[in-house]
């Protein structure tokens, strides 16, 4: 278990069932469920948004190079 800054302690909890993945540039990057593919060089934004009507929004910037790389964790 951890603890935050105030001593409480914090949990990690699986969300991505909660959510979903949205593309700003479909040409650039695909969303297919919790995967984002590159489809072409080019920079898009990926949004997480809650399944219901949340108004929270946690957008990414993503790059598509030529070059393979590896997201482990957002």
Do not use: C, H, W
């Not at 951890?2 to 990057?29: H, K, N």
């Amino acid at each position: 278990m951890d603890f935050d800054g105030y001593g409480l302690p914090t949990r990690t909890l699986p969300v991505t069932s909660l959510v979903r993945f949205e593309s700003s540039d479909p040409s650039v990057a695909s969303v297919d469920g919790s995967q984002v593919s590159g489809v072409a060089v080019g920079t898009t934004v990926i949004t997480v948004k809650s399944r219901g009507n949340a108004t929270i929004v946690l957008p990414a910037a993503v790059t598509v190079t030529d070059q393979p790389s590896r997201v482990t964790s957002l």
